[in-house]
């Protein structure tokens, strides 16, 4: 009982820190939450000292790969418990860190699915621009591929955030960093039909600090975009599964092509490690080479 109490007690510590110090976002603080007590439930099970030994870890490691979890999911909760007992460490609640000599089950990275560019202009051409609602979709989704903004930080732009003249929103992203994206001619031009023709007669009268807001006077929610673009994919044409992230992905690729330079791209995505933004040289080369393929006479 004293080895689950001391485990609790250094969860509790250790989420705590990540919500107060670090302003970790509240999906990442229910991730960490979601695997750190299943870790839990592992070590009650099999009622475990504390601190856990490098062998309880891969014990339980070994337990996920066995209840079929796939690998993406185990490196998930070992990311976690990594980011635990380094708190803990650094804390002084234990001496050594378990994971240390752990590695991580292997990994095929997915290439990130995009749009063409013929794509992009069929969907933003989709909201129709003589209704109130239909300003405001075209402008989230022009926003949303000019600066290449995960759905958290679009649906969270507050008025105050955009600056039309200068051309530029200010996004906060993961742990409250906060970083200025460049938005386009379109954009802002969409942006300003939107808050000239359409922001007032959503809201009736009501005020509201946030950029996009719905009829009723809130703010545009995540889950409710979601639907709105797949809808608008639809009318476009594109069947495919159509999220957020996709015209993220679609920002991020189209301006690779056009030549703009990873660490630039890294600035406006908001990717703390440019490792994650590699990525996207993936999506070039393997295009490059479908092109190779296609009209080289001897490939």
């Known amino acids: ?68 979890l ?26 050594e860190d378990p994971t240390a000599l752990l590695t991580s089950p292997r990994l095929w990275r997915n290439l990130p699915k995009y749009l063409t560019s013929a794509q992009v202009e069929a969907l933003l051409a989709a909201p129709e621009a003589d209704t109130p609602r239909g300003l405001r979709d075209r402008a989230m989704l022009e926003t949303l591929y000019a600066t290449g903004l995960r759905v958290s930080e679009l649906v969270t732009l507050r008025l105050s955030d955009v600056n039309l003249d200068l051309g530029f929103v200010r996004v906060t992203g993961k742990g409250g960093k906060q970083r200025l994206v460049p938005v386009g001619s379109k954009a802002q031009e969409a942006l300003r039909d939107y808050l000239a023709a359409a922001r007032a007669a959503l809201l009736k009268g009501r005020a509201s600090p946030h950029l996009f807001v719905t009829s009723r006077g809130g703010a545009m929610t995540r889950q409710a975009f979601w639907i709105l673009l797949r809808n608008y994919g639809r009318k476009a044409g594109i069947f495919q599964k159509l999220s957020p992230h996709v015209l993220r992905h679609s920002f991020a690729t189209h301006l690779l092509e056009g030549g703009a330079g990873l660490r630039s791209v890294q600035a406006m995505l908001g990717h703390a490690d440019i490792s994650t933004t590699e990525i996207y040289t993936h999506v070039m080369r393997t295009r490059l080479r479908s092109v190779v393929d296609q009209h080289h006479p001897r490939s």
Do not use: N
């Open 70 to 95: 796939s690998p993406r999911t185990v490196a998930r909760r070992l990311s976690a418990l990594r980011q635990f007992f380094r708190f803990l460490l650094l804390e002084g609640r234990i001496s």
């Open 1 to 68: 009982m004293a080895a689950e109490e001391a485990l609790v007690a250094a969860i509790d510590a250790f989420l705590a820190c990540a919500r107060v110090e670090k302003g970790l976002a509240a999906h990442t603080l229910s991730s960490y939450s979601f695997d750190l007590k299943d870790f839990l439930g592992f070590c009650r099970s099999r009622r475990l000292g504390w601190p856990p030994a490098p062998a309880d870890l891969r014990a339980y490691l070994d337990s996920l790969h066995a209840a079929g």
